[in-house]
């Protein structure tokens, strides 16, 4: 089962959940693996140490002139979606940071003039931590191709019993990439207004894309009842609700675990996990 965190900002908890229910369900005796694939930020080795055994480069196809052949005719120019070609004086000008590898300018120049190369634009990092395997993905500084380097995280990641995804923030492409093909999601938000506008926006990319989900609140004895409010009248489901603890603060601030500071908090989680199982199979009851 592959399930993914995520949340409609930044700062919500995702991280936090994400690496806790990791770790937690390890300890349950599942087979289990993180992908951290928020890699703009990757954080979640902070918390969980993995021993790194192995670095990949994550390359993207980037278009190459022959200049011999090229009679710079523009066609390229005219195919590409992304302004990422310019033809000036019969000269091809190649912009690499706005190129999405399509392939279109090497499928329709007439002269066979363009090929493709390979252009790094991140890594991928695969090791173990405690009881798990952990994968997961850095975007080069000044690069915006994320989504590539996600999808190498999720084909980096073996069949295991379960597979917990850490995706990066908001309901653009990197999130999409992230969530797409995972069998549940998890909207982590805070009680907050910016919390529930952004989780509103959250809502709306999972139930485009026709997943099932349910929602966590984080610090949720602060702030009002708004967030829950949305929730019974959308008919969604809260899973998990993480007070405002001073200790929770305290373990964060020093990379440490939830459930090692406080195990009782493995507990909460464990719930999660049968709430979350209920909830995919509910699912797909419906669906079928």
Known sequence: MKIAIASGKGGTGKTTIATNLTATLASMGKTVQLLDCDVEEPNCHIFLNPHIESST???????????????????????????????????????PELCHGCGACEMFCPEDAITEIGREVGIVEEGRADGFRFIHGRLKIGELMSPSVIHAVKIAGRESEVVIIDSPPGTSCPVIEAVKDTDFVVLVTEPTPFGLNDLQLAVGMVRALGMPFAVAINRSDVGD????????????????????????????????????????????????????????????????
């Open 57 to 95: 480069a994550v390359t993207t196809p980037l278009p190459d002139v022959d200049e011999e052949k090229c009679t710079g005719c523009g066609i390229c120019a005219e195919v590409c979606e992304y302004g990422a070609i310019a033809v000036v004086k019969e000269k091809v000008l190649i912009f």
């Open 225 to 288: 009842n708004d967030v829950k409010e949305y929730c019974q009248r959308e008919k969604i489901d809260v899973i998990l609700e993480i007070p405002d603890d001073r200790k929770i603060a305290e373990a964060y601030s020093r990379g440490e675990m939830i459930i090692s500071a406080m195990p009782a908090y493995q507990k909460l989680l464990e719930t999660c996990w049968g709430r979350i199982i209920d909830i995919h199979r509910n699912w797909g009851e419906l669906t079928s």
